[in-house]
């Protein structure tokens, strides 16, 4: 009998990813031969469960909410991206026990430059929330050397602790009443489109800009719907996103680079 790599993503909830689907495709693309799967993991048993996955030969993980964070201080090691998030989504073997990675901004990077035509030099963007899923991303759009970056949230002081800890001047933090029309790039990394809400901004906001949900799927219809009502010159949910920082990961893991495209077609006849 073949024993084959196991990989996997950590979460709760976690029956609702579509990492194996995505993973899996990957692995047939690259001739990999791979076992991935989804692992629920106790609210309070993070850390267990992943030393136990590893320590029964676990090869590599995805880790997904709410458990970033505590990847993040479990692991040995971490890449430049995770140290400025304080935030792991992806986890390698190394030599020195386990790198930590955060994959989220150059995923969100990768799909608005390749699968959209995006792009952010010397553009005026905004990113509302200042939550995980936000400080995964701004390492990489600050990279994409952008005249501004400007955080909305409804909490200033979480916030201005995001601002001071990247120390650029590019970046700003107002509040949601603050922001006045003429962003080029709008993105919503607030918790609000996972109850399929969208955050309170004018709808004047949306006017002209290209305006992208982290969420993808039905969540994020009603924040699109209302860009496009109030014209939005493009919109997208993060389905293209979630596919391109796993193809991310799976570089990490197997130093091969999968097309995305082909996958995230699969993933939209899915609906």
């Known amino acids: 009998m073949t024993v084959l790599d196991r990989y996997a993503v950590v979460g709760n909830p976690v ?3 579509l990492s194996p689907i995505i993973h899996d495709a990957f692995a047939r693309q690259c001739g990999v031969t791979l076992e991935y799967s989804g692992i629920l993991a106790p609210l309070d048993g993070f850390e267990a469960c992943v030393a136990q996955f590893f320590g029964a030969g676990g090869c590599g ?7 970033k964070e505590q990847a993040y201080l479990w692991v040995t090691e971490r890449d430049p991206y995770a140290s400025v998030a304080g935030a792991v989504n992806t986890i390698v073997r190394s030599t ?6 955060n994959t989220d901004g150059l995923g969100l990077l990768r799909d608005l430059r390749q699968n959209h035509g995006i792009s952010l030099e010397g553009r005026r963007l905004l990113v509302l929330g200042a939550g995980g899923a936000v400080r995964g991303v701004l390492g990489p759009l600050l ?3 952008p005249a501004e970056l400007v955080i909305a949230n409804r909490t200033g002081a979480r916030a201005e602790v995001l601002a001071e800890r990247l120390e650029d001047p590019r970046l700003k933090v107002l ?3 603050a922001l006045r029309p003429g962003y080029d790039v ?8 996972l109850e399929g809400e969208r955050p309170a901004i004018a709808g004047e906001l949306f006017g002209n800009a290209f305006v992208y ?3 993808y799927g039905e969540n994020s219809r009603p924040f699109l ?3 496009a009502a109030h014209g939005a010159a493009g919109v997208s949910d993060g389905l293209g996103m979630l596919v391109e920082q796993a193809a991310e990961a799976f570089l990490l893991w197997f130093g091969m680079r999968p097309e995305t495209l082909p996958v995230l077609a699969i993933l939209r006849e899915r609906g």
């Open 15 to 17: 029956a609702h990813s």
């Open 61 to 67: 993980l995805n880790v997904t909410v709410p458990f």
């Open 96 to 101: 020195n026990g386990y790198l930590g990675c």
């Open 143 to 145: 990279g994409a050397n």
């Open 175 to 177: 509040a949601l009443d």
């Open 186 to 193: 709008i993105v919503n990394g607030t918790s609000a489109g």
């Open 213 to 215: 949900d982290m969420v």
């Open 225 to 227: 719907e209302e860009a």
